[in-house]
């Protein structure tokens, strides 16, 4: 970045609902992080519990409310269309920054290496909770949505995040797929370093699995080319179904997700953009 150049304008996006408990520990640690003039928006998605009170606790935070929910993939759109920035910081409301300077040292390589559409976050959680030594940033097919930055317009200019039957799962591989199909890079950032709270207790897994996979097999209705679709689908739906077979109580759900998928099909296939085949299985190739 140079000296005399002005600063990249940066916003925050978090998208909460019924959160209450943890979502202090994101906002404590967006303000925090060392970006000056960082600014920071909430929305939350027709929470029922105490989240609306914590907006007096965070004065400086731009508080927007839905009354009826509309999912992440609405909310997360909402947060970065309404953004007159350059850069979208994206924390999962029960995610939050390690050191303090893993979102200057986001921008400071966005900035330098404008092929880049997104950095990802080096992701902790109670699963991973091992920190690792800083490395050599490296291109991955993909981010974590938990803890990422995105430039602005090579987002806008893919379309943000696709609309799908599901509430949630695939956006993010949705997007960094369009991304690289615009010959644009996600970079991650080894040992920089987001914890990921992963707080289940507060998740209904049921309608979660459904949507993912509802979601999934949409996406690639949507972005597989043909005539590669007639074999990637099936295959698709063998590998959920190995899944299921070894994680007996998903079956129901996902089951449930197919079927919400072959409702919607007429309308996905309406929507059907499909990626240059180089870009598909160049993705399908990439290292994680």
């Known amino acids: 970045m140079s000296p005399t150049a002005p600063a990249p304008r940066v916003v925050a ?3 909460t609902r019924n959160r209450a408990g943890i979502l202090p520990r994101a906002l404590d640690s967006l303000r925090q992080s060392s970006w000056p003039g960082l600014r920071i928006n909430v929305l939350d998605d027709a929470s029922t519990d105490a989240t609306p009170g914590l907006a007096g606790q965070y004065p400086e935070v731009a508080w927007r409310r839905h009354e009826r929910p509309a999912g992440i993939i609405a909310c997360r759109n909402e947060l970065m269309q309404a953004a007159d920035a350059d850069y979208f910081v994206c924390l999962d409301d029960d995610a939050w920054f390690v050191a303090g300077d893993e979102l200057a040292l986001a921008i400071a390589h966005l900035e330098a290496n404008r092929d880049v559409a997104a950095v990802a976050f080096d992701i902790l959680s109670p699963d991973r909770p091992d920190p690792v030594a800083r490395g050599t940033p490296r291109p991955v097919a993909m981010f974590i949505g938990c803890g990422h ?3 602005l ?3 806008r ?4 995040y ?3 039957p599901g509430i949630y799962g695939s956006e993010e591989k949705d997007l960094c797929l369009r991304l690289a ?4 890079r996600v970079d991650l950032l080894p040992g920089v370093h987001v914890w990921h709270d992963k707080a289940w207790a507060a998740r209904d ?3 979660l699995h459904r949507s993912g996979v509802c979601n999934e097999l949409a996406m690639t ?3 597989c080319p043909l005539p590669d679709l007639i074999a990637v689908l099936p295959l698709k739906l063998a590998s959920f179904a190995a899944y299921w077979l070894r994680q007996p109580r998903f079956l129901r759900a996902g089951v449930a997700g197919t079927w919400d998928c072959a409702r919607h099909l007429p309308a996905v296939w309406r929507h059907r953009r499909p990626v240059q085949r180089a870009t598909f299985w160049r993705f399908r190739r990439f290292p994680s």
Do not use: E
Not at 181 to 184: A, F, L, V
């Open 13 to 15: 996006g978090i998208t």
């Open 149 to 151: 930055v995105l430039r």
């Open 153 to 155: 317009a090579d987002v």
């Open 157 to 160: 200019a893919a379309g943000y």
């Open 162 to 164: 696709a609309s799908a």
């Open 181 to 184: 199909d615009r010959n644009r």
């Open 205 to 207: 897994w049921f309608p």
């Open 221 to 223: 209705v949507r972005l």
